[in-house]
């Protein structure tokens, strides 16, 4: 294949291509990386820069370089699938040997062996470049100190906020994120690239820093769902890949979680925009009742969420003075609710039952995925973030019951709103273990609206 004038404007699968071509060395594809966090990524710091994308926390510059010498080595019939190809780690991920800090003050940690995730990852070949900037412990829809691409003054969305600005200025191909409440989709909106939320409990936490492990899912990013694929193969217990048959025949169902938000225009035209996508691919776009479960869980999900929060923070409770004023409120609200076990298991029966009622949905209504747009909002201006727990309900209103169910969700972006110049999102949703499958309807949905790419810096 023809390589692109800068290796690093090359995505996963591209980049898998060139290297097994011999076009490219992983050499080249690192460095050039590098070159380009030098060039976009500005001044890095815990806070922030108005000027600055900020979305790396600590760049392994002399480690990158190398792990892609040694790879180089690896003789060709060797290698293993993403041989060479660069990711960064969202800062809740643990590395051997290497310093984790969740974008915290208050914390950091070098532990002896690596997560689960890296491991897989590495194992498949990946070369490390750094770790990158998330909300505060993860506790926040945004990521403030992160600028997003699309215009420095907004925010990137969060938490995995440093993931996606990395991923929308192409300083790396791939990167990893988690989410809770929409913290691997709502940043993937807010700057125009790509994600799958995995069915929970098919990609493992250890090794990561965690906010609630009853929510807590780990998955990929890319500027591709056809990248995300890539990366989510090593790293799930499902085995499978993404079918090719597109959305032909397939039965979508509109969100009916849809009354509970108001949609910012762009946001709403760009929705519209996949929905007429679907149908020309052959979709049906069907009506069905809403399924016997509650749609609008928040005391719920924030009786769990609160006691897995307040209970790991204990451990930094001589620290609470380095945590931003946000993080600080949350874990004291979760102290002061004082969860009790009671409410607690009755918010887990709860969550169990309204997962099996759409498990039957599903089924009875013979639907392949929902449809919804993935945040309501385009990206808010910086600043916001940080300082009261609690501001960042709307850009969660709809992600966050998908972490309630557990069911897969796969996000990409349909657009650049004529009003605003920002990108707006669309997720597919759909049942149980049903990743693969709906990574090919995503696919085909995404190759009909084409990946909109954030502007060059001046």
Known sequence: MAVRTDPADLGVTEAVSALGDGDLSSLELVEACLRRIEER????????????????????????????????????????????????????????????????????????????????????????????????????????????PWALDRTAGGSSGGSAAALAARMTPAATGTDTAGS???????????????????????????????????????????????????????????????????????????????????????????????????????????????????????????????????????????????????????????????????AQIQRREDAYAWVDWFAEHRVDAVIEPTVPVVAWVRGDGYDHWGTDAELISLTSYWNWTGLPAAALPTGVGSASGLPVGVSLIGPEASDWDLLGLGMALQAELGVPEAPAPP
Not at 91 to 114: H, I, L, M, N, Q
Not at 293 to 306: H, R, S
Request: with cysteine.
């Open 184 to 346: 691997l989709r709502i940043p993937s909106a807010l700057c125009g690239t790509s994600t799958i939320k995995p069915t929970y409990g098919t990609t493992s936490f250890r090794g990561a820093v965690p906010l609630s492990p009853s929510f807590d899912h780990a998955g990929p990013m890319a500027r591709t769902l056809d990248d995300c694929a890539a990366l989510l193969a090593p790293i799930t217990r499902l085995s499978g890949e993404p079918p090719k048959d597109g959305l032909g025949g397939k039965r979508l169902v509109l969100s009916p979680r849809l009354s509970i938000v108001d949609l910012d225009a762009d946001v709403a035209a760009g929705f519209e925009s996949a929905l007429a996508a679907c149908r020309s691919l052959g979709a049906e776009l069907i009506e069905a009742p809403a399924p016997a479960a509650e749609l609008d869980v928040g005391v719920p999900y924030l009786n769990i969420l609160f006691a897995e929060l307040a209970a790991w923070h204990r451990r930094l409770a001589d620290r609470r003075d380095l945590y931003r004023p946000a993080l600080r409120e949350w874990v004291e609200e979760g102290e002061r609710q004082g969860t009790s076990a009671i409410d607690y298991w009755a």
């Open 41 to 148: 990524d500005g001044t890095h710091s815990h806070d922030g820069d108005p000027a600055s994308i900020n979305a790396w926390v600590r760049v392994y510059e002399e480690d990158a370089i190398a792990t892609a010498k040694r790879a180089d080595e690896i003789p060709a019939g060797e290698r293993p699938p993403l041989h060479g190809i660069p990711v960064g780690l969202k800062d809740v991920y643990g590395v051997a040997g290497k310093p984790v800090t969740a974008s915290s003050r208050a914390f950091e940690d070098v532990p002896d062996r690596d997560s689960d995730v890296w491991a897989s990852l590495k194992e498949a070949g990946m070369v490390l470049l750094g770790h990158l900037h998330t909300h505060e412990f993860t506790v926040g829809g945004t990521t403030d100190q992160v600028g997003n």
